[in-house]
């Protein structure tokens, strides 16, 4: 997006308002209301043919008549009426329209004729469009209201640092008073509908260099034009303002797990999370968490994720202290006690510690002095990753006095946060007016600080292949083939003519013989494995047994060659996989093996290719893997050789020979510590190679 | 707790200040300051022997001197003095004091000799003790804030009917004021302490014929006196009035997880959790929702939950609308789109559905008879358990327009609730004056109805033997005949002498062969136990490896009998366990076999004893148990036949002869439907008998 365009969306010097209504408080009548309302000093040109005024000024009755070309059009016609409009923009030069009407959207025959007749005109000139479905953008500061959302009626608008993108336009309103409870202002805000030109990742891009803007709040319903979003992502990074969204989605996660199908498996929003979180963008799951994470989203720097995330608690109130204690330990961060040292130099300021992890300070009197000396010896110690600081109700009735100590020690390498127990508006404004991050509710202090440690250091733009959906699928011994060639290795193997089967077995005894067909996915379902074969004699009869279960089962097929594999025995099973999300990308899976990735949706999923630091993130996360970690006793699997494996697959997604379009280990045999790890059954789908 | 204490408590006609300051703001002070704020009516007693007048008022030099016997004396001296008070209180037939001193906690010199000396003081007369370490009571209507939280400086106080018990003093203040700021208003107010000598429990118990309150919100940090706790519940459960609790100690949860004996298995919490919900209280993780729940609670009925809570979502925001549905969906509720004759009676209204779950009326446009009529239409549809209305931006604009069809509607069987998107203080506030329990979350209605829809029927007293800790551990073979007894059965077995083996296999083949000794936890550990025995002869070399194996890592012991029993294989395996906890009572604890419980924490727990339907809810939770239920074309597990024998095992809960302390079959075998379970491995422990 140019600066020009930017510029048109966000800060024009005259925008149209097409089909502007002489009705007070019709949606269509808001635009004009608000720039009017919040004192916009730009030009408004209100289009309408059937009025000489609405609102009490001039109309003019078609975009062509206007006295100059508006750098912004906002449509609020119905939709077919906002294609001619859109149409007359074009013609006339205008930078960006804005369209608001819905029935755009692709599957129904009008929606598919407006698509294309948007399109073709898009296709024949400069303009720009944001949504359909858009509900209009807005500029706080200078009171470029450019929407109908009901909510801009608010007075004054929120004037602040933080850009909000929302691909649901009501949303945006919501997020505008909630931000004014909160104290928390925004700079742009933007709803982007349908994306059907200008997507949400383009116009954050552009939005990445305005200097009115310190950090990102997105809030998505899905995942689309990716690219954008990461792009903008990797700017953001690199400018160090940091992006924070909110996705729907959670509860459809595992509703369609299936282990047939890595992406299946995954699920739609375990890959929407690993795409956020692998563009640095912290997720929370709280509403309120995308607002007041942001702060401190700003004092957290992006870096992979320590093992753990050491949080000191510090309380004026016994019971608050608790919750917030509670609430972290919960959602995985560890609360943790302070050091030796640390004790020591709070018990020069006569703070008592040994009450568990938290430290309370209603003992020692909780005065500015107090207060303040032990957050700064807090803040300084080495032990703690972040410092939470829970204020009680002086909070409320002497927030001035209450909330001082904690700002004056904020300003320290190690992030401050606050939960104020009591309802305190106050004090949280005043916090937040301070740039410390202040939150109204443990669990939305949890949420945002988990969302904020859990980012990655956002990922260089990886070449990846482009890649069709369809391919040809290998049989075992040739997908066997492509993972031993990035190093994932399988025990000895033997592939055999059914009808000239040798006297002897051909590999070490036990073995397994299995059918070899590049048409079957469920070879045990159809009788085409035996295992546990001795010898030769056994090995003709589990040969005879495989042609005759499969004959039954599938007689469109012949039975034409086996493997014969060596058995080996693992301390642990799982499944490898890399796919392809039409949105996100390549993707790695790993996940628990034989039915527990299902039943306990036990999983890790990651954009690929990752490296092993990665991979043992992902295998920390697998929780059936803490039996290959020597959980009571058992032995310890070859957990460095598993982290190798998910790198070698996760490379696949960048292998330009052959240039793989899915691939599933599954099982893969973790051996014992040093014996590395072995696939047992493999589909590769490698791209159909040119003519 | 009598009529007379309740009303010295909450409502006396003297109370004596023991300590009052005459420094304005100290806590000491604060109490008669808030008397005199809130206008309380009775007598103010302060007693301070060092000063004539306190804050301007008539200062007592000491108890006795007082002109009354004060029915109720509130203690702010240090803990030394306070015992004092406390005596005199005693000696002057004071029906009550509330002591606000720490230092009687159990374990230091000074708090036991302390406890002791109350406890004499108690023993030897009719005065009754609050705390120690409580912030003291409130009756919001009268102005009677006797108390030093900081919190009560609140003007007004919010009046209404919610009652609230806490065991932290410092988290009543800020219920108080979110109270206020949610509109909620309380009843009664108290901070139990230590509960020495009045419980919780106790106190609420009373509070149920108050007739000003309506329901009860209590702030828990671990679970005391349940005794008294479960007397309030199925007194409140008989009256109607609900209770919603939040408890600290989720965090802890699993991380004492240990397999090999049930309690500690189990976790405190989970515990906890399973108390509550038997005791048909709401137990909620989100502090918002201890208020905001309060409603609900009331509207919902306690009832046994069916497998699927329906519930339909109607918006007028799409965003929000959606967000709740997510938030719902994600909290285990049915977001359920309406049948055919509610699809045609919305469509009546030109209300389109189709939207997946979320009934979307911005189209039909947000008219109050718009919304009015598809609420009723919603409230009327047999296929809803619950509908959640969400209002936009409206709602902060013009409240009253807004939420007026939702309070117009709500007078319905069905109940409704509302989340709000935008911030709307004042729209909440309208809809909770009229009795519609309101949100500002979606996570906090989510949680709110979770937990209100978990509540279980609350159950009646259960004769339960006393237990003591300590019993005689059986061996395996006595342990299958106790379970036997309540009709758990096990494999064909055959207890046989060590020395003295028959020729042939006493059971069919395969067989294992088991050490049996009641001294030994972990027979696999010291080899004790051979498996897959065929014959006789596979018999005796079997019975002669485990007792080398055993004479080598167990010395100490002999083997004299081994027991043999028919090895069988089932479709899943589980463990059922009975525990008496020493708070809570008997539970039973349905697992996961082998290392999934602990992995995956995947264990269902319940007061014992259970009926089928209890015993049908626990087989429902543990999620490993999904592939008993024909899972990807697995044969189903008589689950019939585990939920009697979780039934059987729980009503060793009650059993007279023998006590049983502690019961575990570990692991019981679910075999293919219609075949029963069996147990194969057991350890019971019964109490001693007398002489």
Redesign the interface.
Known sequence: MSADLYRALFAPSSVALVGASDVRGKPTARPLEFLRQHGWNGDVYPVNPKRETVLGEHAWSALAELPAVPDHALILTPPDAAVDAVRQCAELGVTVATVVADGFLPGTPDGDRRRRELREILDGSSLRLLGPSSLGVATVASGFACTG???F?EEPLPSGDVFIA??????L??L???G??MGIGFAGMVSVGNEFDISLGEVCLAAVDDPAVSSFAL?L?NLSHTGDLAAFARAAAERGKPVVAYK????D?GARLSVSHTGALAGDDAVADAFLRAHGIARVV???ALLEGQLLARRVPIARAPAERRVAVVST????G??A??????AGLRVAAPEPVTVARLAELGVETGHGALIDLTLAGATYDTIKAALDVLLSAPEFDAVVAVP???A??TPDVSVKPIIDSADASTPLAVFV?????QALQLLRGSGVPAFR???SLADAMTAVFDRAPVRPETAVPPVGADGITLDEDASYAVLDSVGLASPPRVVLAADDLPAELPVPAPAVVKVLSDQLAHKSDVGGVVLGVADGTQMRTAVADIRTSVATARPDLGVDRVIVQQMVRGVAEVLIGLRRDPDAGPIVVLAAGG??A???R?RSVRMAPVDREQACEMIDEV??L??AKG??GAPRGDLEALAAAIVAVSRLAVSADPVVVEAEANPVLVLRDGEGVLAVDAVVTVAETGP
Chains 1, 2 share one sequence.
């Open positions: 959302n009901a909510a009626a929302s691909q649901s336009g009501s949303v309103g919501a505008l008073s909630r004014v409870e809030f319903e729907l989605g959670r509860s996660d709280t509403f309120d109130t016994g019971g608050g608790a919750m204690v509670d609430c972290l330990a919960h009680g109700s002086s409320r009735f127990v009591p309802s305190a508006p509710t443990a669990e039915v527990l299902e039943v306990y036990d929780r059936s803490s039996v959980f009571r």
